[in-house]
């Protein structure tokens, strides 16, 4: 029981510690990204934290796995590099000792996994969905940025801004261009008009409908018939736009619940309904296959240090994770039938990992023993054949 908890106690320090390193790298890149949407007004920058967050079960879905995987290579290799696994050996601990009680580990690590790819997933995707759905639908008057020219939500006007009060969300020296309606307008009758005010302030009714209130300015309009502009001076100077009824888009395959998924399959879309699933359940697999090669990649000479073997192991994950994308990918476009689905990929990791083990192990042993023989006496009676 000592041992059990000693073994366990390492890898499982080690897995988090891995797994908070990663999430850190990767956020850190979402972040990036979020904050360059935000600095170009594509999303409010209040909404940044929300976005970021959204992304969250969609990488621990992905790394936990991976971390897990990187955990055993790490402990295990810095115990057989200090010789302890040496000892532990010479005390009657076997390798598939060691696989059993990592397994332990890799299957409360799948579980979480699940609970992330299976549920949290797929409702993050939703919630961000409709978070932009609503963003579009916005008129667009309270993201405005200064020093940018912006085109409001329902496209009826160009504004800009020079100066912004997030505080009163209050603006200074504003510029609005308001557009005719329509895409197709004969130039030489369009009825546009340029206001310029001193000051504008947004105001937002119970409906969701909000009016951009400009104070000492000038109005600019065009007169259709006699072809003149007239400009006049106002005090104060409403433009009504309306916000834009909330579509709801054509959602992606990841933003539907795995349950969803079961059981409205339509026809026409069966294949890429079930590579999503199997896609969704591969990875809580994965943690448990993962065991198979990493345990006995783990094994390393002390001399040789405990990242001996890390090259090889990360191009088999690597692989693993290359062959799971590409067959999924075959499958949705009908080149694979989606009853054959991602198992082969999960055989052959299975297959690839018990192998491994078996090579250190006495039947193993016994069995590569008696490969050479098998293939001398193969060539033996070759050699006879030609003679003869």
């Given at each position: 029981?000592?041992?059990?908890?000693y073994?366990?106690?390492?890898?499982?320090?080690t897995?988090?510690?891995?797994?908070?390193?990663?999430?850190t790298i990767?956020i850190?890149q979402k972040?990036v990204r979020?904050l360059?949407?935000?600095?170009?007004?594509?999303?409010?920058?209040?909404?940044?934290?929300?976005?970021?967050?959204?992304?969250?079960?969609?990488l621990?879905?992905?790394?936990?796995p991976?971390?897990?995987?990187?955990g055993?290579l790490?402990?295990?290799?810095?115990?057989?590099a200090?010789?302890?696994?040496?000892?532990l050996h010479a005390?009657?601990?076997?390798?598939w000792?060691?696989?059993?009680v990592t397994?332990?580990l890799?299957?409360?690590?799948a579980?979480?996994?699940?609970?992330?790819?299976?549920?949290?997933?797929p409702?993050a995707s939703e919630?961000q969905?409709?978070?932009k759905?609503?963003?579009a639908?916005?008129s667009?008057?309270?993201?405005?940025?200064?020093?940018r020219?912006?085109?409001?939500?329902?496209?009826?006007?160009?504004v800009?801004?020079?100066d912004?009060d997030?505080?009163?969300?209050?603006?200074?020296k504003v510029?609005?261009?308001?557009?005719p309606?329509?895409d197709?307008v004969?130039?030489?009758i369009?009825?546009s008009s340029?206001?310029?005010a001193?000051?504008g302030?947004?105001f937002?009714?119970?409906s969701?409908s909000?009016?951009?209130?400009?104070?000492?300015?000038?109005?600019y309009?065009r007169d259709?018939?006699?072809?003149e502009f007239?400009s006049?001076a106002?005090?104060k100077y409403?433009?009504?736009?309306k916000?834009?009824?909330v579509?709801h888009?054509h959602?992606?395959?990841?933003?539907i619940?795995?349950?969803?998924?079961y059981?409205?399959m339509?026809?026409?879309?069966?294949s890429?309904y079930r590579?999503?699933?199997q896609?969704r359940?591969a990875?809580?697999?994965?943690?448990i296959?993962l065991i198979?090669i990493?345990?006995?990649?783990?094994v390393?000479?002390?001399?040789?240090?405990?990242?001996?073997?890390?090259l090889?192991?990360?191009?088999l994950?690597?692989g693993?994770?290359?062959?799971?994308?590409?067959?999924r990918s075959?499958?949705?476009?009908?080149?694979?039938?989606?009853?054959?689905?991602?198992?082969?990929i999960?055989?052959s990791a299975?297959?690839?990992?018990m192998?491994l083990l078996?090579k250190?192990r006495?039947?193993?042993r016994?069995?590569k023993a008696k490969?050479p023989?098998?293939k001398r006496?193969?060539?033996?009676?070759?050699?006879?054949?030609?003679e003869?």
């Amino acid at each position: 029981m000592i041992i059990f908890r000693y073994l366990l106690k390492e890898v499982a320090k080690t897995q988090l510690a891995v797994f908070f390193v990663l999430m850190t790298i990767f956020i850190s890149q979402k972040f990036v990204r979020v904050l360059g949407d935000a600095s170009e007004g594509s999303i409010p920058g209040q909404l940044v934290m929300t976005f970021i967050a959204l992304k969250i079960p969609d990488l621990a879905g992905f790394i936990l796995p991976l971390s897990l995987f990187l955990g055993v290579l790490l402990a295990y290799g810095r115990i057989y590099a200090d010789s302890e696994m040496t000892v532990l050996h010479a005390c009657g601990v076997s390798e598939w000792y060691v696989v059993r009680v990592t397994l332990v580990l890799a299957i409360i690590t799948a579980i979480f996994t699940g609970i992330f790819t299976l549920y949290l997933a797929p409702l993050a995707s939703e919630y961000q969905y409709k978070v932009k759905e609503e963003l579009a639908a916005d008129s667009g008057l309270s993201a405005l940025v200064s020093g940018r020219f912006q085109q409001t939500g329902n496209q009826d006007a160009v504004v800009f801004i020079h100066d912004k009060d997030r505080e009163t969300n209050s603006f200074n020296k504003v510029f609005v261009a308001q557009l005719p309606k329509g895409d197709n307008v004969d130039a030489s009758i369009i009825n546009s008009s340029l206001v310029y005010a001193k000051t504008g302030k947004v105001f937002e009714d119970d409906s969701g409908s909000q009016q951009l209130v400009l104070g000492d300015g000038i109005r600019y309009h065009r007169d259709i018939e006699s072809k003149e502009f007239q400009s006049v001076a106002f005090t104060k100077y409403y433009i009504q736009i309306k916000d834009q009824e909330v579509e709801h888009q054509h959602r992606k395959l990841s933003a539907i619940t795995t349950l969803e998924l079961y059981n409205n399959m339509p026809p026409e879309l069966e294949s890429a309904y079930r590579a999503t699933i199997q896609w969704r359940i591969a990875f809580p697999l994965a943690c448990i296959i993962l065991i198979f090669i990493a345990v006995p990649l783990s094994v390393v000479n002390p001399r040789q240090g405990k990242f001996a073997k890390m090259l090889p192991a990360l191009m088999l994950f690597l692989g693993y994770l290359l062959l799971l994308t590409s067959m999924r990918s075959a499958i949705e476009k009908n080149a694979i039938p989606s009853v054959v689905g991602l198992w082969p990929i999960h055989i052959s990791a299975l297959f690839i990992g018990m192998m491994l083990l078996m090579k250190e192990r006495s039947s193993g042993r016994i069995i590569k023993a008696k490969l050479p023989s098998f293939k001398r006496k193969s060539i033996k009676k070759t050699t006879e054949g030609k003679e003869s």
